[in-house]
């Protein structure tokens, strides 16, 4: 007999060795706006708890220009100079923050990097099968849960990187640390439709 697990999605944990340093130049002034409560809540989004830069303008990030450190990380899964990217960071601490269970789509790629993470008490984020309406029907303690689990949890801790195609629903449980947990977030997305470009060739 032998299993076989179709259609598996990848998802990525990657170290971002760069991960002390860009919390020692970032980590300050994300922590200050968390206790000057400086973003509002995004549009559209369920939680009334979540202290987050999505979807602010470039002037209102913390991290603006894109550092290095991430480009250097993008670049070895996506192959295009043209990708566009989107950058935030999140702060869960003190009040309770969580996210509500979404996915990233319409890009394409998205990192969750975990700049500040103590796993003695910060919870992970929760991933969700696609196909969980679908496996809902065969859930039954009488059959393996390997045939209708449809979450998962990946053990990270801080200086980790989690990259993930975009439709992948996950979810921040909520939490009350007493030290503050803080990810940096990046969407990819790459360029739609046409042909693609001519390449260049090579010697005279
Ligand atoms: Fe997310």
């Not at 100079?81 to 989107?86: D, G, I």
Request: aromatic letters at 12%; glycine letters at 4%.
């Amino acid at each position: 007999m032998e299993l076989k697990t179709l259609f598996a999605i990848p998802v990525v944990k990657i170290r971002v060795p760069e991960t002390e340093a860009l919390k020692q130049q970032f980590l300050p002034e994300m922590l200050r706006r968390y206790e000057a409560q400086s973003y509002e809540r995004p549009a559209l989004w369920e939680t009334d708890r979540v202290h987050t830069s999505f979807g602010k303008a470039s002037r209102d990030q913390v991290i603006d220009p894109l550092p290095e450190a991430y480009a250097k990380l993008v670049r070895q899964f996506v192959n295009s100079e043209r990708a566009n990217l989107s950058i935030w960071h999140n702060v869960y601490w003190t009040r309770g923050e969580y996210q509500e269970r979404h996915h990233h789509i319409p890009y394409h790629f998205s990192f969750i990097h975990f700049m500040a993470f103590d796993k003695a008490e910060h919870r992970p984020p929760i991933f969700y099968d696609p196909s969980r309406m679908i496996k809902a029907y065969c859930s039954h303690d009488g059959i393996p849960p390997a045939y209708w689990s449809e979450s998962a949890v990946i053990d990270v801790e801080e200086g980790d990187a989690l990259v993930f195609p975009s439709y992948l629903e996950h979810h921040v449980p909520p939490g009350k640390y007493t030290k503050p947990r803080v990810t940096v977030s990046i969407n990819v997305a790459m360029p739609q439709g046409g042909p693609p470009e001519p390449r260049p060739r090579s010697g005279a």
